[in-house]
Every structure is written in structure tokens, then in C-alpha cells.
């Protein structure tokens, strides 16, 4: 394209990066937009605790901790019903819930009521996920899901990025505003879905048309493999929840505003909308575990840099830039590759599982971020970030040797990176349902014809 006009050669990086997806897909996306344009509760919980209610750093860590693991009861059991019941009834019943759970959260008061109230809107909020990833995973064809996936975590922080931005602006007028609109823009969320999204579950003959057999959970813990990537994403999360909760304890503590900590945390989403796109084409063909390692490093060093940050907000955000490039080359790489992993009949399970990680993160990390922050200072606290980080860019490079010394075949991401850490199912086969071991792509035929938050 080096001889087309710009305004040309912008059209067609357009359509290549966004065109070709069933309609389906861009309501849910649309669907994701609308509630993290809302999503401000979550992000300022923790300020809000600790600057507005008085709350103590480790009181703090333990509301997020609680919330947390109500999200990681949530990834299992979101991940069950999604498959059982289906996904579009798992999806509507819990953002109901988290509207109803976050509203009620704005009005509470008391360490312990709080406390309950946060564990339930966790409960909630987590259980789209699986169901989310499952519908993305039913409706796209192999070929296109990285793409796919790293749209719908595009729209996840267009509407993170502003509603960040904004609501360090609206918490200087109250923080009940922030709970009331959040519970609103999850209703608007669950109404697209209701009345756009149809039920993509496959039926039971059909999923299991490649005689895999009938998958649980237990089927899904005993995926060595898969589960050697779970728990090197969950080192990581532990990592990236500090970004919602220790990192503003502590920027709260050197002197940043709720305004600046809204407008520096909100350039995390700021960057994503603006390099998402063209950082995934950029990463077309390029190796899995190299991607996967040096997403490890970004997000490790970028969170251990805030050690040098003192009471800069300038230098906060640049430790922000850091860890969101982490961000945006792990989400699709790893979304892509739990889709492949997951054989048609589990993808709720195997989803659930998968976001387990990160609540389990988000139960672990708060806590014992806050708890560190308190009592070992700073520069601990982000030196141990660091240290994360490189455990877990080591851990990929393990993974991906043993998965080459085996001679297990990767599974194509369908964007192009494919080598590297490619990891069979687990689920009997060996490879995920449809796949054609000849070039490793997903069988697009064998799909049936789109996180929320």
C-alpha cells in the first residue's frame, strides 16, 4: 500500500482489522463498550475506601480480596452454567445481579456489610466472563478470534480509559454517583444482550460430533498443560491487579489527586484504543512465546518501575505506558489461545477455568499488596512485581522448550502467531475439535455460524 493516499491505505488497514465478523459479535461488543463506559466502581473502590470512608490500606485490600473471591467462585460456576443452561441466560442473569449488588454497595455502610455487599457484586460481575469468551468462541471462525478477542478487549478499555477519566472528575462531587451510574450502564448492558444476542451453545450431539467425550471440570484440571498456562497467568494477574488497587493506595499516599489518579490510570485504556489494533497486526506471525515472554517483562518491570515514581504523576504515568504495552501483546495472544485449547463441548469450562486465574488473583493480589504496601514500604512492594514478572517470562520459555522437546504441535492463533507455546486440550484427542494437524489452523466449518466486564 506504499503508493495509496493515506486516507486509503486507512480504510484498508480499517476494513483488514475490523471487517469480516458476524453481526453477532459487534452487539456484543457493543454490549462491552456500554458497560465499561460504566465501570467506575471497581477502579476507584479502593480510594474511595481508604480517601473517602477512611478506611485503612489493608481494610482496602481486604474488600478487594472478598470481591475477588466472589469472582473466582464466579469463573467456575459462570463457566458450568454457560455450558448447562447456555450462555446468553448465564450472561443477562448475572449483570442483573451486578447492577442490583453494585447499586445496593453505594448506599452501604459498615466494614463488614461492605465487606458482604463487595463479595457479591464480585460474585456477580465475574460471571460473564466465561460466558462472553464462550459466545466469541462459538460465533467466530478460528481463523478470525485473536482479531476478535482483541477488538472486545479494545472496547473494554475505550470504555475503561474514559470512564476512568471521568470518574476521577465525578468523585469530587460524591462517590454515590460513580456506584448509581455504574448499576445503570450494567442494565443497558444486559438489555443489548437479552434482545440482540442469541443463544450460540452448541447442542450436546453436535458438540461432541468428533467423539471427544463428555468433559467436567475434573477433565479440565487434569489438562497439564492447559493448567501449566493457567498458573503462569495467574502469577502474572497477581501483577496487573495491583494497577486497581495497591497502585492507587500508594499514589493516595505520595499526594496524587483522585483527579490525576483518574487521568493517569485512565491512559492505560487511552493506549490500548490507540495501539491495539495496530500492535496485533504487528504481531502476525510473529512467536507465541516470544510474545507471551516479553508481555511478562513489560507488565513485571513496568509495575517495579513505580518504586522510582515518588510523588510524580508524570513518571506514574509512564510506568503506566509500560505495563499497558505488556497488556495489550498477553490479552489476545492468551484469549486466543484458551479458545483453541478449549474443545467445543467445555468452552464454558474451560473459560471459567481460564478467569479463574485471575480472580484468584484478584482475591490474592489485593491483600497481600495492601499488606506489603503497609509493612514493607514501596520499593518492596514493586521490586516483588518485578521479580513476578520475570518468573513468569522464565516459566514461558520453559513451557515453550518442553512443548517443542514433546513435539506437540502448536495450534494456530488465526492471526498468525502460532509457534511457541502451543499446548493440545488434554481432553483425550490431543488437539482441539475441527483442527487440522497439516497446518495447525481450527476447522472454521466445524463452528456453529459476539466483558461484558
Not at 504487528?282 to 510523588?311: C, P
Request: hydrophobic content about 50%.
Amino acid at each position: 500500500m506504499p503508493d495509496l493516499p493515506a486516507s486509503d491505505r486507512f480504510r484498508t488497514a480499517a476494513r483488514e482489522a475490523l471487517g469480516g465478523l458476524p453481526r453477532q459479535f459487534w452487539w456484543l461488543w457493543t454490549s462491552t463498550l456500554i458497560n465499561r463506559l460504566g465501570g467506575f466502581v471497581v477502579t476507584f473502590l479502593a480510594l474511595y475506601l481508604t480517601a473517602d470512608r477512611g478506611y485503612s490500606p489493608s481494610y482496602a485490600g481486604l474488600v478487594a480480596s472478598l470481591f475477588g473471591l466472589g469472582s473466582a467462585i464466579a469463573a467456575v460456576v459462570g463457566g458450568v452454567l454457560a455450558d448447562r443452561i447456555g450462555r446468553r441466560p448465564t450472561l443477562v442473569a448475572a449483570q442483573l445481579g451486578t447492577a442490583l449488588f453494585t447499586a445496593v454497595l453505594g448506599f452501604t455502610d459498615g466494614q463488614v456489610a461492605i465487606a458482604a455487599v463487595a463479595f457479591l457484586v464480585g460474585l456477580c460481575n465475574n460471571a460473564t466472563r466465561p460466558a462472553t469468551s464462550a459466545i466469541i468462541a462459538d460465533i467466530v471462525p478460528a481463523e478470525d478470534r485473536v482479531r476478535a478477542y482483541s477488538l472486545n478487549y479494545w472496547a473494554i478499555n475505550i470504555g475503561f480509559g474514559l470512564a476512568a477519566a471521568a470518574a476521577g472528575l465525578i468523585a469530587t462531587q460524591g462517590y454515590l454517583t460513580l456506584f448509581l451510574l455504574d448499576a445503570l450502564s450494567t442494565l443497558v448492558c444486559a438489555l443489548v444482550i437479552f434482545v440482540r444476542i442469541p443463544e450460540t451453545r452448541p447442542q450436546a450431539p453436535a458438540a461432541q460430533a468428533d467423539g471427544a467425550p463428555a468433559a467436567n471440570l475434573g477433565t479440565v484440571f487434569r489438562d497439564a498443560r492447559f493448567m501449566a498456562v493457567v498458573g503462569l497467568n495467574l502469577l502474572l494477574a497477581l501483577v496487573a491487579q495491583q494497577g486497581s488497587t495497591t497502585l492507587s493506595v500508594d499514589m493516595g499516599r505520595a499526594g496524587i489527586t483522585s483527579t490525576q489518579y483518574g487521568l493517569v490510570i485512565g491512559l492505560n485504556g487511552l493506549l490500548i484504543v490507540l495501539l491495539q489494533i495496530p500492535l496485533t497486526r504487528w504481531m502476525e506471525g510473529r512467536n507465541r512465546t516470544a510474545l507471551l515472554v516479553a508481555s511478562a517483562l513489560f507488565i513485571g518491570w513496568g509495575y517495579g518501575l513505580t518504586a522510582l515514581a515518588g510523588s510524580s504523576a508524570w513518571f506514574y504515568a509512564f510506568t503506566v505506558g509500560v505495563w499497558t504495552i505488556g497488556e495489550i501483546l498477553n490479552a489476545p495472544t492468551m484469549m486466543g489461545l484458551v479458545a483453541e485449547l478449549s474443545p467445543t463441548h467445555a468452552r464454558g469450562r474451560y473459560q471459567g477455568v481460564y478467569s479463574l486465574s485471575w480472580s484468584l488473583a484478584a482475591f490474592l493480589g489485593p491483600a497481600a499488596g495492601g499488606v506489603l504496601l503497609e509493612r514493607a514500604g514501596s520499593a518492596v512492594m514493586w521490586g516483588a512485581c518485578a521479580v513476578c514478572g520475570t518468573i513468569a517470562a522464565a516459566g514461558y520459555v520453559v513451557l515453550g522448550r518442553r512443548t517443542a522437546a514433546t513435539g506437540v504441535k502448536t495450534v494456530g492463533t488465526g492471526a498468525g502467531v502460532g509457534t511457541g507455546v502451543g499446548i493440545g486440550t488434554g481432553v483425550g484427542t490431543g488437539s482441539n475439535s475441527g483442527t487440522r494437524p497439516a497446518d495447525g489452523r481450527a476447522d472454521a466449518g466445524a463452528e456453529p455460524a459476539p466483558a461484558g466486564s
